[in-house]
């Protein structure tokens, strides 16, 4: 529980031991309770990200890439993409 709204919030695999229903919960509570926040959200599986709006693809501390997730969720994931 968060007494205070933060103006940036840190995920780090935040929902990588939920299920499907519980992670759209916890996506539904960031969407409508954090609206005036920055999240960075840390994640391995692309779905995780859906209701984000900028994607940076990493790899060994380097970024790879940055756009939009629409863009993303369009092309057929790579391997590059889910490490």
Known sequence: M????PKILCL???TASL????EAL???VLETSFT?????????RIDTL???RTRIEMSQGKML???AVEAHLERKPSS????
């Open 50 to 52: 859906r209701w984000c």
């Open 36 to 44: 005036d926040s920055t999240i960075v959200c840390i994640a391995h």
């Open 65 to 67: 890439s940055m756009n």
């Open 80 to 83: 590059a993409s889910i490490q």
């Open 26 to 28: 916890f996506q539904k």
């Open 2 to 5: 968060l007494l205070k709204r």
């Open 12 to 14: 780090d695999e935040a």
């Open 19 to 22: 299920d499907a229903k519980a």
